[in-house]
Each structure stands twice: as structure tokens, then as C-alpha cells.
């Protein structure tokens, strides 16, 4: 079974601070995807990135940077110097291949004090 | 533009009413998928579509229905035998299916309210 764990529910962080969003996941199988979307209050999903299971390279775009550790299931996401704009909820979400369902976190909720 | 639309933005159904929400894409993909989301949870799929006229069922399908007739449109009717169906609908396509790893693309979503 799959299962994707964000810890944290809610974070608030004062503007221009870095912040991390934790994901874990589980999965028995050796292929697999890995998603992180933002939802910001108007309520559309946003594709931020997707990362495959034989690719560890982190990730930089911008101010948004991504650790994928495969030894510890995890799969976290870090903002650079936050901005209000980046308040927002956060969902990570997996899913093996030749499956058809993508497996979501709770979301965590960051919340950036101008 | 190129992307995902869904109608209405609100929605407020009687108790007993059958309603449908709309959802049409115009990126040419293969697939789309109807979600769920409660408050504070992540998504749940309900259907799912990879070919037209073709669709099977997600994790929470009881008490909706789906027809896909054309590729760009995948329309969600929520049924009176759907318990407890307020909530945030999401509708999501992606080039190809899923099982390939291919990235989704939301719409803006339906909040939908029982009344």
C-alpha cells in the first residue's frame, strides 16, 4: 500500500524567512513519482514539480528547492526567503507505475507574516 | 489559453437533487479524473478516464456517476445516493494515463453545498 505522510498541518513563518515542508512517503514499489502542488486560497491545484524514483538530484527553481533522500522516504521541499505570495497549501503526492491513483498527503498549510 | 475549466464555481443542491458539475480541458490529454477533497485531507479520487467512453472507478466512486462522450469534456453528476456530498470537487487531466507517471493538471475546482 502507499501512503504519503505531511507532518506538519500548519506553519507560519515571518517573510523573507526560509522555510521546509516535510513529505514521507511509502511504497513497496521501486518505481514510482513524486508530486508537490500548492493551493493557494483560490482553490486550483498548481503543478509544482515531479520527480521520479532513479532520479535523487536535488532541484532548484527559483526561490522553491527540492531534497529527494530515497534512504529516508522523504521528499522535502524548501522556500528561500518567503514571500506573502507563497502563503498557501501544500500537498505532496505519489504514485507508482501502472497504477492509477495518485496518493496525497493532508497538505500543510504555510501561512507568511508580511 | 490551454487549460481546465470547471463549472460552476459554487454550487448549492437540495437534498434529494441529482446535480452535475462540468469539467472540459482543451490541452488535447488522454486522461481526466474527478477528486474530492474535504477539509483539512488531501484529495480522494472518484473517477477516472483514459480513453473516451471508457472510465473506471476510484477509491470513493459511490453515489456519483461520469460519462465521457468527447475527449475534451468529463462531466461529474452527484446523485442523492451520495451521502454526504458537500465538499470541493477537482477535476484533473494529464497527456496520458497516470500508470505512466505523467503529471495532472487541476481546474479551478466546485465547491458544491448541500443545503
Known amino acids: 500500500a502507499q501512503k504519503v505522510t505531511q507532518a506538519q498541518t500548519e506553519i507560519s513563518v515571518v517573510e523573507k524567512e526560509d522555510v521546509t515542508l516535510d513529505c514521507v512517503y511509502e511504497?513497496?514499489?521501486?518505481?514510482?513519482?513524486l508530486f508537490w502542488y500548492k493551493q493557494p486560497p483560490s482553490g486550483e491545484l498548481v503543478f509544482l514539480i515531479r520527480?521520479?524514483?532513479?532520479?535523487?538530484q536535488n532541484e532548484i527553481s527559483g526561490r522553491y528547492s527540492w531534497n529527494f533522500q530515497k534512504s529516508t522516504s522523504s521528499f522535502n521541499f524548501t522556500i528561500t526567503a518567503s514571500q506573502v505570495v507563497d502563503s498557501a497549501v501544500y500537498f505532496c503526492a505519489l504514485i507508482v507505475t501502472g497504477a492509477n491513483n495518485l496518493f496525497f498527503g493532508t497538505g500543510t498549510r504555510l501561512t507568511v507574516i508580511p | 489559453d490551454g487549460g481546465i475549466t470547471q463549472s460552476p464555481k459554487y454550487l448549492f443542491r437540495k437534498e434529494g437533487q441529482n446535480v452535475t458539475l462540468s469539467c472540459e480541458q482543451n490541452l488535447n490529454h488522454d486522461a481526466m479524473y474527478w477528486y474530492r477533497q474535504d477539509p483539512g485531507q488531501g484529495l480522494r479520487l472518484i473517477y477516472y478516464s483514459q480513453i473516451v467512453n471508457d472510465f473506471q472507478k476510484g477509491d470513493i466512486a459511490e453515489g456519483y456517476s461520469v460519462s465521457r462522450e468527447k475527449k475534451e469534456s468529463f462531466p461529474l453528476t452527484v446523485t442523492s445516493a451520495q451521502k454526504n456530498p458537500t465538499a470541493f470537487y477537482l477535476c484533473?487531466?494529464?497527456?496520458?494515463?497516470?500508470?505512466?507517471?505523467?503529471?495532472?493538471?487541476f481546474g479551478p475546482g466546485t465547491r458544491l453545498t448541500v443545503l
Open positions: 520527480r521520479n524514483s532513479f532520479d535523487e
Open positions: 511504497t513497496r514499489d521501486t518505481t514510482y513519482y
Open positions: 484533473a487531466s494529464s497527456i496520458m494515463s497516470l500508470a505512466g507517471g505523467y503529471t495532472q493538471y
